[in-house]
C-alpha cells in the first residue's frame, strides 16, 4: 500500500487539476491520495468523478481533505483536516472567511511587489489562479513571469514572499486549537502539516503542539521534504511522548514545486488509524 496523504490541485495553488491529480497518482502507483487544497474543498466533487470513471483494473481511493490556515502568536501553520463533513456550517465559514481574506490580501501583496518594482498585475495573478483558493504561490508564479524570479521557490525570499519579506500581507488565519475543535466537530481528523519546516518562517514551540494535542489533534505529518533528518527524529520523539500519530506525505504541487507525488508516504496502520477516527466523509473509491 503506498498512501500520500497531501496533495494540492488547481482548485488552490497546485497546478494539475483534480482530475489530473488522480491520473497522476495512478501513474506514480499510489494506492491512497489526499486532495487537501489550502481553505477549499472545491476540488472534491471533480476528484470524486475523475476516480468513479477510472478504468477497471485500477484502484485508487482518494481521501477528501483541506489544509487550513492558522496562526498562533503570530507564527503561521498548516493544519491538515481529513474526511470532516464538507458541510457542516461552522468549519465551513471559517474556510470562507480564510478564502475571503485571500482576495484582499492577494491585492495587497500584488501592490506591494508593484511598489518595489516588479511588473506584474492583479488580473495576471487571477488568470493564474483561475477558480483556485489564491496565494502567494500565484503570486510567484507571476514574478517567475514577469522575469522578476527564476523559480516560484525563489520568489520566497525576504526580497518577495517570504513570511516577514518585504512583499509579505498577512491573511486572516484561524488559531490552530479553535481549528483543531472546528475539524472534530465536523468529524474530521485534523493533522499539524509539516511542523518543523523552518525554511517557510518560524515553527511553533513544543507547547503549542501540546496543546493541540490535548484538543484533539490526531498526528504529526513527520516525513516531509521540508524535515530534515535530525527534525523528523526530533519529532517522531514528541509524537510518541504526547500519544500522536505520524504521518508522511509528498504536499505535491505540480509544477510549482520539485517534490513528487508519492515521495514521501503514510504506513497502512497509520492510515487505517486515521480513517477509524473519521466520521463526517467517507473514502472516495470506485
Ligand atoms: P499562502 O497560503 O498564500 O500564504 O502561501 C503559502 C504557500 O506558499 C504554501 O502552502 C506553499 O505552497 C508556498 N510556500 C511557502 N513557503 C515556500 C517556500 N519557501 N518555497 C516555496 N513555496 C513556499
Ligand atoms: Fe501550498
Ligand atoms: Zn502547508
Ligand atoms: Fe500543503
Not at 487537501?36 to 483494473?57: K, M, N, Q, R, S
Not at 517522531?236 to 504536499?251: I, K, W
Request: hydrophobic residues 40%.
Amino acid at each position: 500500500m503506498r498512501i500520500d496523504l497531501h496533495a494540492h490541485s488547481n482548485a488552490s495553488d497546485g497546478t494539475d487539476s483534480p482530475a489530473e491529480l488522480v491520473g497522476a497518482a495512478v501513474v506514480a502507483g499510489l494506492d491512497v491520495v489526499a486532495l487537501t487544497d489550502h481553505d477549499t474543498v472545491a476540488g472534491h466533487a471533480e476528484a470524486a468523478d475523475a476516480v468513479h470513471a477510472l478504468p477497471d483494473g485500477t484502484r485508487l481511493t482518494v481521501v477528501p481533505g483541506a489544509e487550513l490556515s492558522c496562526v498562533v502568536d503570530g507564527i503561521s501553520m498548516h493544519l491538515l483536516a481529513y474526511l470532516f463533513d464538507p458541510e457542516e456550517p461552522e468549519f465551513a465559514r471559517e474556510r470562507e472567511l480564510v478564502r475571503t481574506d485571500r482576495f484582499r490580501r492577494g491585492r495587497a501583496v500584488v501592490e506591494r511587489c508593484r511598489e518595489l518594482g516588479a511588473d506584474i498585475s492583479w488580473e495576471q495573478v487571477q488568470r493564474i489562479a483561475g477558480a483556485g483558493s489564491v496565494g502567494r504561490p500565484h503570486i510567484a508564479s507571476a514574478l517567475v513571469e514577469a522575469g522578476v524570479v527564476g523559480t516560484v521557490s525563489d520568489a520566497f525570499t525576504p526580497d518577495w514572499l517570504a513570511n516577514g519579506g518585504r512583499a509579505d500581507v498577512r491573511k486572516h488565519e484561524t488559531d490552530p486549537v479553535a481549528a483543531v475543535r472546528l475539524v472534530r466537530a465536523a468529524g474530521g481528523v485534523p493533522v499539524f502539516a509539516h511542523p518543523g519546516a523552518v525554511k517557510r518562517g518560524r515553527t511553533v514551540p513544543d507547547q503549542v503542539i501540546a496543546d493541540l494535542a490535548a484538543a484533539g489533534l490526531a498526528a504529526l505529518e513527520v516525513d516531509h521534504t521540508d524535515h530534515d533528518e535530525e527534525t523528523r527524529r526530533r519529532l517522531r520523539g514528541l509524537a510518541g511522548d504526547l500519544g500522536l500519530l505520524v504521518t508522511g506525505s509528498s504536499d505535491y504541487h505540480g509544477g510549482r514545486k520539485t517534490v513528487r507525488l508519492g515521495e514521501h508516504t503514510t504506513d497502512p496502520e497509520v492510515y487505517e488509524a486515521l480513517l477509524a477516527q473519521a466520521t463526517g466523509a467517507k473514502p472516495i473509491t470506485r
